[in-house]
Structures are given as structure tokens and as C-alpha cells.
């Protein structure tokens, strides 16, 4: 029997009028009178004794990377949990920040994790106060806000937890989001009339979620935010360890962190203004040849992490190879493609090696994600590790394969008919860093136009695009990269950017979906240099960035003087207007065929 059950018994439920006044709201007994009924949702049991509030004051939210921060917030700091019916010993967590009522602006707003985890516990639930949304956020019952879903995915080596994958998936966020829906009108003692306006917001792991609600629950929300959504799951970490394994070397990443430097030299001006970001990487990789930087020098500190000691040199003709073989992308032995990868820009995080000082030498260090989700989930095995030697682009192909025919219903996030979101007059804003160098942006580029190709076939590229952004809009981030406009090279060395970033994404949403404020470029925030702090217009795919002072631009070729020897060098052409252009070329390096596949791979 569920709490609401037990309470209706014992005839305790007594709903009192809302106070302004955060300590006399902020109580057990008046959440617990702000429950959905107990038939709310079917399946679902309310646990007795499981909440928890505590009023929190003069609350300072710091800004993040997509939000301003906001100081003198008062909220409800509440925990409850539920249980599956059936599932005695099931314990869902579900954790929110109910802001005063003063301080409430009739929002709602559901937030994602990260990795594994479905939950990035108080640092996401902040993102909605300084919108005045009721926040929410979830464990998935996992045991906890600070645990996730490698500890319970297996019952054991073979045997894997269903009900923990389907709540993983969708289903967790789902429950999460009507319930808090719910809770929170009841809270607030709104009426069915006055509008609540839901919306999501998560990155990463977390814009998966975002878009798996979009995917399955086309009604739950008014508004979704959705960054660099890892909707395929990262299993494609090893193009990095695949090709120096192919050409026999393997470089430290002071070599690898030379060579970016000299692509971001010889790309920044490709798209009109040399500033140091490369806001147009496919013309990064169609023109910058790594051949370039043979002979460069380069010279780091060591990098206690990677147990490289400190190192000098110049970049060798081997590590340009493999640098053009990584950014080729993974091919399998037809040379059919598998999967693209980053562009020369974009930092080679994802294909450091380490030293080991027991053999003196450099080894291949694949993402620890990779492993990690291919043993899980691939292999359903508890196992940290997995031998670079069982790895080929063959083998890739057809982990991805297993994981299509295996998860296509639940952790693969990838149906493309959100026709139900899109008639319930839902809004959509996916943005991606360009420099994204953990998931690349090719991965939701490809991933949209499937939208547009199933929703709009009728129309051509250009048409198609124009009436999704109606709803559904994707932005690439110049410079960005993952879930944080920061770029850290191989180094471990946060570098400020240049470009604009969406910190206010949720902002544009609001408007968007409040007051029908409709846009065509998403306001980004400068970060750094001259401009920093000024507002900039970030381009909507498939259009892309040109600079340029007059009507120069337009052409999508830019003006590619540099060798990459001298950085920084101005031009006399450049300008200060962005213009957003179409350019086919551009869009076919963003919607490649993976060709190595024989179903629909996208
Ligand atoms: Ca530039």
C-alpha cells in the first residue's frame, strides 16, 4: 500500500492553502499533501515515510556552462521516493528544488545526467532557479543519486537487468516527469487551468534522456533543451587507438597537441575571421593536410595523469600519418566507413596515449567509456577491461550491429518520427560543440537530418530544414566543446574560447515556447577575448558560418591564406558580420553514409 493509500487511511491528508512564507510550506506533511492521488499513475506506489524537506534561504546558484546563476533564491529541498508495484524491494529517488512561491514562474523543469548516471544531482537541479522552475531530477533506482548504471545493468556476468535498462532508457525520466508534473501543480495549489509550462534540459547522457522523452512521450513537455546527446552511446572511442595501432606508433599527446595547434592556426581564418576559433571544421577537414606540421616543434611539461614525463621534439612524419588516419574516420576492411570522426581542429583527447614506464614506451589508452559500455552492454560481462587486440573496425561495425538489433527500443535513442512532440506544439533546441571531441557533432547532425528525411520527404534539403525549425532546431557551437564552452586539449589545459556559447539556451526556449518568440540564429554568450560578454548569433544546420564585411560571403569557401606556421596573423578582408550560408559541400561532410552497414545506419 502506498503512502497516499496509508494517509487517506488514517484520514491525515488535510491540503493547506499555499504560504508565501518558505518554512510554513516547506514540510513534510504539506508535501506529502502536495502527492499525486494514488492512482495517478498506474504502476507506481508512492513509498511511506520517504520524503524528506528542508527550506534553504539567500541560496546562490553559481553559473554554469548553460546557465547565468542567480544569487537570493529561496526553494523547498525535497526527496521522495516510489516503487514499482509487484517490487517490494524497489526504491526510486526522485529529488526536486521547489522554489518559493514568490520566486515560482509556472515552470517546470526536468533534468538529465551524464556517463552512465541519470542524474547530476543539486548541480542540475540549480539550472532551474534561476528561471524560477521547479526542478527535478532522479536516481532511476539505482541506489542512490551518486550511483549508476554500470552497478546495476547485470545481475551478473550474462545476465542482464531489464527492468535497470528500460529505466535507464526512457522509462525512469518518464515516471520522474509525470509524477513531478504533478507534484509540483499540487504544490503550488495551481489549478488544472493555470499553466505549467515542462521542460527539459541535460547534455551528454543527459540530452539522450531529453531526447528519448521527445521520442517516446511526445506530450510531456512544452520545451526541450538537448546537448550533444550521446543517442548512440559511445562505443566509437577507438578510431584514436585503432589507427596508431594500424601504422605501428604511437604518439605522446605534446606530438598530437602540436598538430592541433597547427590545424586551429591554419583553419581559424577559413571562415572569414581569424580569432582563434575554427567555426567551420568541414572545411578544417577538407583542407588542412597533417603533413603540414612534419618537423614543428614541440615541448611540454609532464602529464602526471598519463605518467608522461616531460617531452620535446618535432612532429614525425608518423604521427602525421596517423593523424590523418584518425580524422579520416573508421573505416572496415572494404573500406566502407563506419564511423566519422572529429575534425583536425578538434583536440585528440579521444586518442591519448600513456606512458608506461615499465617498457619505456608509449601505449594506446582507449576512452574508458568504450570499454566500459562494450563489456555492459555488448558483452554483458562485469569486466573493466577489454584488449585493444580484440578491437578492429570490423569488430566495431558489428558491436554497433548487436547494439542496433539489440537496443534500437531503448538505450539506442534514435526513432526519427517525433510527429507526436511536433503536434503537441512541442519546441525542440539541440546544440552541439563543433570542437565536441567526446561525442562529434556529426553524430546529432546525422541524427537530424534522419528527422527531417523521415518527416518532410517531400521537400528538399534547404525546404525540409526551414519548416523543422519551426520545432525542432539544431545549432553547432563554434569552438564548443562537450557540454562546456571550454576547450581542454590533450594536455589537461582549459583554454578560453572566442566564440559565442548558448549559455542562456534555456532562456531562448522559454521565450520561444512562452511568448512565441521564434528565432533563426540561438544566442550565444562571448567568452572570451575582446568580445567577451557580448551577445553573438550562432548559426541553425544545416546553414553555416561565414565572416565577412559586405556580401563576400555567401559561398562557403572562405579565404584559407594561412600555412599554419604564423598564428594569429589578421586580414585585410576580414569582417565582422556573420552571415549563415548554404554550402553543399558542408553538408555532405555532415551527413556522411556509413556504408559499412547493410540496414539504415545513421
Ligand atoms: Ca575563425
Same mark, same amino acid.
Given at each position: ?192 487551468? &493555470? ?253 537530424? *537530418? ?38 581542454? *586539449? ?12 548558448? &549559455? ?99
Amino acid at each position: 500500500m502506498g503512502l497516499l493509500k496509508l494517509l487517506v487511511v488514517a484520514g491525515l491528508v488535510v491540503k493547506s492553502t499555499c504560504s508565501s512564507n518558505l518554512p510554513d510550506f516547506c514540510t513534510i506533511s504539506f508535501v506529502e499533501s502536495s502527492f499525486p492521488a494514488p492512482d495517478f499513475f498506474q504502476g507506481l506506489e508512492l513509498i511511506a515515510g520517504s520524503v524528506t524537506a528542508q527550506p534553504v534561504t539567500n541560496f546562490t546558484a553559481l553559473p554554469d556552462s548553460t546557465h547565468p546563476g542567480a544569487t537570493g533564491r529561496n526553494f523547498c529541498n525535497v526527496t521522495f521516493a516510489y516503487r514499482h508495484v509487484g517490487r517490494p524491494s524497489d526504491r526510486v529517488n526522485l529529488w526536486l528544488y521547489l522554489p518559493s512561491p514568490a520566486q515560482f514562474k509556472n515552470r517546470f523543469l526536468a533534468t538529465g545526467g551524464g556517463g552512465l548516471s541519470v542524474t547530476l544531482g543539486a548541480r542540475g537541479l540549480a539550472t532551474g532557479l534561476p528561471y524560477g522552475a521547479a526542478s527535478i531530477t532522479t536516481d532511476a533506482g539505482f541506489g542512490g543519486f551518486d550511483s549508476d548504471l554500470s552497478r546495476v545493468i547485470l545481475y551478473g556476468s550474462g545476465a542482464m537487468n531489464y527492468d535497470a535498462l528500460i529505466a535507464y532508457s526512457y522509462r525512469a525520466m518518464h515516471e520522474m516527469t509525470v509524477l513531478g508534473k504533478e507534484l509540483t501543480r499540487k504544490f503550488y495549489s495551481s489549478s488544472n487551468l &493555470t499553466k505549467i509550462y515542462s521542460y527539459f534540459h541535460g547534455c551528454s547522457e543527459g540530452g539522450r534522456e531529453g531526447m528519448s522523452q521527445v521520442q517516446r512521450y511526445g506530450t510531456t513537455f512544452d520545451g526541450v533543451s538537448v546537448g550533444s546527446p550521446a543517442i548512440r552511446h559511445p562505443i566509437f572511442h577507438y578510431h584514436g587507438p585503432l589507427a596508431q595501432r594500424k601504422h605501428d606508433y604511437y604518439p605522446s599527446v605534446c606530438e598530437l597537441a602540436r598538430i592541433t595547434a597547427d590545424a586551429i592556426a591554419f583553419c581559424d581564418p577559413l571562415d572569414g575571421k581569424t580569432d582563434g576559433v575554427v567555426a567551420r571544421t568541414d572545411l578544417c577537414f577538407a583542407r588542412f593536410n597533417a603533413s603540414s606540421s612534419i618537423g614543428n616543434p614541440y615541448n611540454c611539461s609532464a602529464v602526471p595523469q598519463l605518467g608522461q614525463p616531460p617531452i620535446a621534439g618535432t612532429v614525425s612524419a608518423k604521427a602525421a600519418v596517423v593523424a590523418a588516419e584518425t580524422w579520416r574516420g573508421m573505416y572496415d576492411s572494404k573500406n566502407k566507413l563506419v564511423h566519422p570522426f572529429y575534425a583536425p581542429s578538434v583536440d585528440f583527447s579521444d586518442s591519448v596515449t600513456v606512458f608506461n614506464p615499465a617498457t619505456n614506451q608509449l601505449e594506446p589508452y582507449p576512452n574508458p567509456l568504450s570499454p566500459a559500455v562494450v563489456n555492459l552492454l555488448i558483452k554483458e560481462v562485469y569486466s573493466a577491461t577489454l584488449p585493444l587486440d580484440e578491437v578492429s573496425p570490423d569488430v566495431v561495425r558489428e558491436w554497433v550491429n548487436d547494439a542496433m538489433s539489440k537496443y534500437m527500443s531503448t538505450i539506442f535513442t534514435l526513432w526519427p518520427d517525433l510527429t507526436p512532440f511536433k503536434s503537441n506544439g512541442g519546441k525542440m533546441i539541440v546544440w552541439h560543440g563543433e570542437a565536441d571531441a567526446m561525442i562529434p557533432a556529426v553524430s546529432s547532425t546525422m541524427y537530424q *537530418d534522419k528527422i527531417r528525411k523521415t518527416m518532410y520527404p517531400g521537400l528538399g534539403v534547404q525546404q525540409g530544414y526551414a519548416e523543422m525549425a519551426k520545432w525542432n532546431k539544431l545549432f553547432l557551437v563554434p569552438g564548443g566543446s562537450h557540454c562546456d564552452p571550454g576547450t581542454v *586539449d590533450p594536455l589537461g589545459v582549459v583554454k578560453p574560447n572566442n566564440a559565442a556559447w548558448p &549559455t542562456e539556451v534555456l532562456k531562448s526556449l522559454m521565450e520561444w515556447v512562452e511568448e512565441g518568440k521564434d528565432f533563426e540564429r540561438l544566442e550565444g554568450i562571448v567568452q572570451g577575448g575582446e568580445k567577451k560578454g557580448e551577445k553573438e548569433g550562432i548559426c541553425g544546420f544545416p546553414l553555416r558560418p561565414v565572416w565577412g564585411s559586405n556580401t563576400s560571403g555567401g559561398n562557403g569557401k572562405g579565404k584559407g591564406k594561412g600555412k599554419g606556421k604564423g598564428k594569429g596573423q589578421q586580414q585585410d578582408d576580414e569582417g565582422e558580420e556573420l552571415q549563415c550560408v548554404f554550402d553543399q559541400q558542408s553538408f555532405e561532410f555532415f551527413t556522411p553514409k556509413l556504408d559499412s552497414f547493410l540496414v539504415d545506419a545513421y
